[in-house]
C-alpha cells in the first residue's frame, strides 16, 4: 500500500469531459509521444483546449504524406520558426493555434462519441477566446500563401 497524505479541500470532483461542439477553438501542444505502430511510426499528439476542461488528441503517421503535411501544417500555423525542420516534437510543445473540431461516433456502439482534429489554422490573435469566428482562413489557404506570398522577413503572413 502506498501512504498518501493529500488535501484534497476544494479540489472539485470531474466526472468526465462532454464532448466539444463541432468548430474551432484554441489549443495548445500540451504533449506528444512517438510510438511504433504496425505500419511504421507515428506521433500521438495532445492538445489542451484553452478556456476549457478538455484534451483532445491526434496521430500523425510519419510514413504517409497526408500526416506529414498535417504536420507541417501544424508547426506553420504554430509559429514554429522552421516548419521544414523539424528535430523534436517537443518543439511544438507549448505553442498556440487554433484547432477545427468534428465529432467522431462509433458506428458499433462501443466507444462514446469523441472529438478529432480535422484541420488546423493560425491564431489570429494571441488573446482568442476558446471559441474563434469563422472568419479563420483554413491552415491550407495560410500554408499557400506562406508560400505565394512573401511575408516580411520574421513574420508570417497572418501577422502582416
Known amino acids: ?12 470532483v470531474q466526472e468526465g469531459f462532454d464532448v466539444l461542439p463541432p468548430g474551432d477553438y484554441h489549443a495548445r501542444v500540451s504533449n506528444s509521444e512517438i510510438k511504433e505502430g504496425a505500419k ?3 506521433i500521438n499528439w495532445e492538445f489542451e483546449i484553452i478556456g476549457k476542461p478538455n484534451r483532445v488528441w ?6 504517409n504524406a497526408i500526416s506529414l503535411q498535417r504536420l507541417k501544417t501544424m508547426a506553420t500555423v504554430c509559429g514554429h520558426p522552421n516548419p521544414n525542420n523539424l528535430r523534436d516534437t517537443e518543439e511544438l510543445h507549448g505553442l498556440e493555434c487554433i484547432v477545427k473540431l468534428k ?3 462509433d458506428k458499433t456502439g462501443t466507444y462514446d462519441d469523441k472529438n478529432r482534429i480535422s484541420s488546423f489554422k ?4 494571441k488573446k482568442a477566446s476558446a471559441a474563434i469566428p469563422a472568419n479563420v482562413p483554413p491552415a491550407h489557404i495560410a500554408a499557400a500563401s506562406t508560400t505565394a506570398n512573401a511575408a ?3 513574420k508570417m503572413p497572418w501577422e502582416e
Do not use: F, H, Q, W
Open 103 to 105: 465529432i467522431e461516433v
Open 58 to 63: 491526434d496521430i500523425m503517421s510519419l510514413g
Open 1 to 12: 500500500m502506498a501512504n498518501l497524505n493529500v488535501d484534497l479541500t476544494g479540489v472539485d
Open 40 to 42: 511504421g511510426p507515428y
Open 122 to 125: 493560425p491564431m489570429k490573435n
Open 152 to 154: 516580411a522577413p520574421g
